[in-house]
């Protein structure tokens, strides 16, 4: 999800790029609008943030995340780069640090951080 529609027209630029190169890659799937308004999608999920708001925006986005989980647990990582809110992420039960560094953190939904 991307706000910016010159952001999201690169994003679709790499992508096609990825799939032209590898054409077994997962798909990827991209929406220019903003992350609160984002409906979650109802499958397994990898979420991929490169600290793109604020921790209140933040907060909103994990909070859809964390209903879209209860409603229907499902494999959901979380990929943060370059973490300036990990308090954040860290504040949501469902969501277990598996590894991370001062340039990233990886989350995994779930009790034992295992997606």
Do not use: M
Request: with cysteine.
């Amino acid at each position: 999800v991307e706000h910016s529609p010159v952001l999201h027209r690169a994003a679709v630029e790499n992508c096609e790029k990825l799939r032209r190169k590898n054409p077994a890659a997962s798909p990827v799937t991209l929406s220019c609008q903003d992350a609160v308004e984002f409906g979650i999608p109802d499958g397994d999920l990898v979420c991929f943030f490169y600290n793109p708001f604020d921790g209140t925006i933040l907060r909103r986005v994990l909070d859809k995340l964390w209903t879209a989980y209860r409603e229907r647990p499902r494999k959901l990582v979380a990929v943060y780069r370059n973490p300036s809110c990990p308090e954040v992420f860290e504040s949501f039960p469902f969501l277990r640090l598996v590894r991370g560094t001062p340039s990233y953190r990886v989350y995994a939904a779930g009790p034992t951080g295992n997606a």
